[in-house]
């Protein structure tokens, strides 16, 4: 059972990046999936959620109108998509799975910058 993240770096305020988060060893299709992020001396924050069938979002208000999150179920993978990014965007973006059945998975992380 594993998450995994890729795509992040460091960019320029305004610039874009998509993450991207591979699942394995578990139904990946049936769960909701959400993107957590930590900025250094900050606790972990929710940043965007999607249901298992896509379809329905959440996003913090933070992110609101610069971030998108999807789903590829045939892919067994979770995007992030950044636009328009700013410094405070600047943190350790992880991909998460919360469920009574799998229990709560974290992928490793990977790290965004927003810096000029």
């Known amino acids: 059972v594993q998450l995994v993240e890729s795509g992040g770096g460091l960019v320029q305020p305004g610039g874009s990046l998509r993450l991207s988060c591979a699942a394995s060893?578990?139904?990946?299709?049936?769960?909701?999936m959400n993107w957590y992020r930590q900025a250094p001396g900050k606790e972990r924050e929710l940043v965007a959620s999607?249901?298992?069938?896509?379809?329905?979002?959440n996003y913090a208000d933070s992110v609101k109108g610069r971030f998108t999150i999807s789903r590829d179920n045939t892919k067994n993978t979770v995007y992030l998509q950044m636009n328009s990014l700013k410094p405070e965007d600047t943190a350790v973006y992880y991909c998460?799975?919360?469920?009574?059945?799998?229990?709560?998975?974290w992928g490793q992380g990977t790290q965004v910058t927003v810096s000029s």
């Open positions: 999607i249901i298992s069938a896509g379809g329905s979002t």
């Open positions: 060893g578990f139904r990946f299709r049936s769960y909701a």
């Open positions: 998460n799975v919360n469920s009574a059945t799998i229990g709560t998975l």
